[in-house]
């Protein structure tokens, strides 16, 4: 499935999360995460720099994690296209990668219903 067929923000997953911890926790859970997207989108674009693959590795499975559990698809699927790299011994260009998280992150923004 391409990115353009894929859904930016899966709300059927933040359905299911809100249905089994609770509304509030849903919220806060999302509200989270999209306050650390900066700080791990600018950690991953740095790690790539230093060449230490576990750090990078650590931080895409983390974003791609934490992506999904929100629904957050075009995200969730690039840090499985990064994961695939590494693993085969490619390290992208971080400021490359930043700027492809950035994007991705902007669509999600945008996507994300606003609950206040």
């Keep these: 499935m391409t990115d353009s067929a894929r859904p930016v923000l899966d709300s059927r997953v933040l359905l299911r ?25 600018k950690r991953t674009a740095y790690l790539l ?5 576990d750090a990078v590795m650590d931080a895409v499975q983390s974003l791609r994690t934490t992506s999904s559990m929100i629904g957050a698809r075009h995200l ?4 499985r296209y990064l994961e695939f790299q590494l693993r085969s011994g490619s390290f992208p260009d971080p400021e490359t990668v930043l ?7 902007e669509m999600l923004i945008a996507e994300v219903p606003r609950t206040h």
């Design 99 to 105: 700027s492809a998280l950035a994007t991705h992150a």
């Design 76 to 79: 969730e699927h690039y840090c």
């Design 17 to 41: 999360l809100a249905e089994q911890a609770g509304q509030e926790t849903a919220q806060s859970f999302l509200e989270t995460y999209l306050g650390l997207l900066p700080f791990r989108r």
């Design 49 to 53: 720099s230093t060449g230490d693959m």
